[in-house]
């Protein structure tokens, strides 16, 4: 009779503890849905006054790292130029100077994005061949795409006439910008369709 008793009481204590556990579970599942970051980012790069550099830059969180590409156009043939983040996502003025100084909250000095100190927004020089495109790629672990460490939507990205020379305070020696670019979610099918054809 007792075994016959706790044969039975076995699978009822399961149920209960199924359906006891079962809203905690749905609730933690929906906290992780709520709070789940955004893995893809966009800057649609527009000249500035009197200046023809445009284009469109992707950022891809993957795990703690963060892959940049940039695929430019309108700019000077076979030159370097400048490319970084920028503190503020206005691009309202003519000469972009609304977008602030380079991104960085951490108070490092300027340098190349290799280095161990160095600006949030530091990404180094795109190249652009005999007409005047640049097509770069680059991945960075000091940054997110909306995470704890230095997240970048809503910053903006700038595009310089000169190279960065990766060591002149605070901006490398850049030059004017000729493109600006404010840093938002992306469509992440836009983003694949639009490079695949790379």
């Not at 790292?65 to 430019?72: E, F, I, Y």
């Amino acid at each position: 009779m007792r075994q016959t008793m706790k044969r039975h009481l076995l699978p009822l204590s399961l149920l209960y503890l199924a359906i006891a556990i079962s809203p905690c579970w749905a609730q933690d599942m929906a906290t992780t849905n709520k709070h789940k970051k955004p893995v893809m980012a966009i800057a649609v790069i527009h000249p500035t006054e009197g200046q023809s550099a445009h284009g469109t830059v992707f950022f891809e969180q993957v795990g703690q790292q963060v892959k940049v590409g940039a695929d430019l156009k309108g700019l000077k043939p076979h030159t370097r130029h400048g490319f970084h983040i920028h503190e503020y996502g206005d691009c309202s003025a003519p000469d972009a100077a609304s977008a602030g100084g380079h991104y960085n909250p951490e108070g490092y000095p300027h340098g190349a994005p290799t280095d161990a100190e160095r600006h949030a927004g530091d990404l180094g020089n795109v190249e652009s061949d005999a007409e005047g495109r640049a097509h770069h790629e680059i991945t960075v672990d000091f940054i997110t795409i909306d995470g704890d460490r230095n997240p970048i939507l809503g910053k903006a990205v700038i595009v310089h006439s000169k190279a960065d020379d990766l060591k002149t305070q605070p901006t490398g020696d850049a030059g004017g910008r000729i493109g600006c670019g404010v840093i938002g979610l992306a469509n992440p099918k836009t983003i694949f369709d639009g490079h695949k054809s790379h």
